[in-house]
């Protein structure tokens, strides 16, 4: 019954976190915010100051105590804290602050990432809002997108260009089978 009620009370997020950008799906409403995966911190204390395109616009343009980071590099965290707060700001503006139960995330990571990487992305958007986080791979998520056949016996090739990384992965029966970054 609970579940029941936290579901109709939440939403249903997919995040692709990009090393340039960042977007966030929202079930029955489509892509809902593309932002870029910036974030301007205070120097020394990482006090998050803006985010993403509010970031992006300081870049170059900051004077010596605020600097604008990428924390995301080659597609994994590169900086766990700062990750955090962009998908805190991401989640709640898309999730709103209302009295809504924590929104369930799919976030897309690279094909080959270690265990350790998986885990720091969970963390982090857990500690960012999620209620639940489940990690798809990057060409699956792709490959879905685009309505390709996944789950057939017969071999799919997707080619996945984003800005930190490019993939190439041949899918069949709902798994990738060969993949490359």
Known sequence: MFEGLFGWLSSDIGIDLGTANTLVYVKDQGIVLR???VVAVQAGTNKVLAVGDEAKRMLG????NIVAVRPLKDGVIADFEVTEAMLRHFITKVHGR?????????IAVP???TEVEKRAVRESA????????YL?????????????????PAGNMIIDIGGGTTE???????GIVFSRS
Do not use: K
């Open 61 to 64: 343009r900051t004077p010596a």
């Open 98 to 106: 209302r009295m809504r139960a924590r929104p369930r995330v799919v």
């Open 168 to 174: 190439v992965a041949l899918i069949s029966l709902s």
């Open 126 to 133: 857990t500690h960012a809002g999620a209620r639940e986080v």
């Open 136 to 152: 798809i791979e990057e060409p699956m998520a792709a490959a879905i997108g685009v309505g390709l056949p996944v789950q057939d």
């Open 111 to 113: 094909s080959g990432i």
């Open 35 to 37: 932002e870029p995966s």
